[in-house]
């Protein structure tokens, strides 16, 4: 449609199932890069993604025709058959059910892209339950314990 403008940042989060630490170094590179052409193929722009052994992040200018929800759909089931036809994980991997999806302005974009690329500086502090539970609080989203990931202390 004529003159019809849209900017929207989402900011995703997901996690392998149970947040097992299955997402490997000599490997999180490439998935990275996997990923980064499934986003690129459904027209969103990745401007960071970030993955340490337990979660992964990304951060997209968002193509308004696409559902956010297909996206993330489409990215765990694509880079999940990927991780297992390359014989990646020595572990049966799958990611976890649900994903956070945030927004942020403009204004914001220097702010996340340097927090995702520095999520391992970053997780020399905090760990990904304190990290996550912040970025809710920080969202004023009511979340159910129950429907939250899965988190073990014992990690």
Wanted: proline letters at 1%; a positive charge.
């Amino acid at each position: 449609m004529a003159n019809t403008y849209s900017q929207s940042y989402f900011h995703l989060i997901f996690s392998p199932k149970n947040r097992h630490a299955l997402i490997q170094k000599s490997w999180k590179n490439e998935l990275e890069k996997y990923i980064t052409g499934i986003v690129q193929n459904n027209k969103h722009k990745l401007l960071a993604i970030g993955s340490m052994p337990d979660h992964m992040h990304i951060f997209i200018g968002y193509n308004l025709n696409h559902r956010i929800c297909d996206l993330v759909e489409e990215i765990k089931t694509s880079s999940n058959k990927w991780i297992k036809d390359n014989r990646l994980s020595t572990f049966k991997f799958e990611w976890q059910r649900g994903y956070g999806a945030f927004t942020h302005s403009h204004s914001q974009l220097d702010a996340i892209i340097k927090y995702v690329l520095n999520q391992e500086q970053h997780h020399k502090k905090k760990t990904f339950k304190e990290e996550y539970l912040e970025i809710l609080r920080k969202n004023d989203i009511k979340y159910n314990d129950d429907y939250l990931f899965d988190f073990f202390d014992n990690f």
